[in-house]
T-cell receptor
Framework: GDSVTQMEGPVTLSEEAFLTINCTYT??????LFWYVQYPGEGLQLLLK?????DKGSNKGFEATYRKETTSFHLEKGSVQVSDSAVYFC?????????????FGTGTRLLVSP | GAVVSQHPSRVICKSGTSVKIECRSL??????MFWYRQFPKQSLMLMAT?????????EQGVEKDKFLINHASLTLSTLTVTSAHPEDSSFYIC?????????????FGPGTRLTVL
């Protein structure tokens, strides 16, 4: 079945450091790929998405590129801020479920210190 | 963005009792609602999908009689954990979307922490 693998956290960075959170997936065909973010005490929020190979999703300085050849969707940000501290989830969905069923990775906690 | 609330945020109950968790879409009509379960350091696992006015569709391995889902209106879905036991202790998260078919963004609630003693 479909699955998503994320790097284990926590990832601890200083403010203005470069961020990479790795995500790889296993799925048949061409799933849509997502990054969700969960701030403390809040629900998951969609951060960015990509629906086909080589698409780049971007939002709030975060970027991720859909790499079909490496089945990856790594999240990057050039300069993190303290306010980026949160848990980040990589996820996929498939046309054969009407794109409704989301399969999540385990989440990666990011801690940014001043 | 759209807001989804859950109530209660935390609940502690005795083994054998039933617990109801509410999920509400506050500023949009939720055609479809989803219930997830999350164990510590594990990903969110989809339990069931419900469309307003229809019976919920449960994922394989989820007991329908233990986890009762009702989606009676376009703004409210409830999850009832019946005869709860300590192994049902978990973090339950709902989400809601406005459509079905092509991709419709899911908006997530903040979750409910259930502890069964």
């Amino acid at each position: 079945g479909d699955s998503v693998t994320q790097m284990e956290g926590p990832v601890t960075l200083s403010e203005e450091a470069f961020l990479t959170i790795n995500c790889t997936y296993t799925a048949t065909g061409y799933p849509s790929l997502f990054w969700y973010v969960q701030y403390p005490g809040e629900g998951l929020q969609l951060l960015l998405k990509a629906t086909k190979a080589d698409d780049k999703g971007s939002n709030k300085g975060f970027e991720a590129t859909y790499r079909k050849e490496t089945t990856s969707f790594h999240l990057e940000k050039g300069s993190v801020q303290v306010s980026d501290s949160a848990v980040y989830f990589c996820a996929l969905s498939h046309m054969n479920t009407g794109f409704q069923k989301l399969v999540f990775g385990t989440g990666t906690r990011l801690l940014v210190s001043p | 963005g759209a807001v989804v609330s859950q109530h209660p945020s935390r609940v502690i109950c005795k083994s054998g009792t039933s617990v109801k968790i509410e999920c509400r879409s506050l500023d949009f009509q939720a055609t479809t609602m989803f219930w997830y379960r999350q164990f510590p350091k594990q990903s969110l696992m989809l339990m069931a999908t419900s469309n307003e006015g229809s019976k919920a569709t449960y994922e394989q391995g989820v007991e329908k009689d233990k986890f009762l889902i009702n989606h009676a209106s376009l703004t409210l879905s409830t999850l009832t954990v019946t005869s709860a036991h300590p192994e049902d202790s978990s973090f339950y998260i709902c989400s809601a979307s406005e459509g079905w078919g092509s991709y419709n963004e899911q908006f997530f609630g903040p979750g409910t922490r259930l502890t069964v003693l």
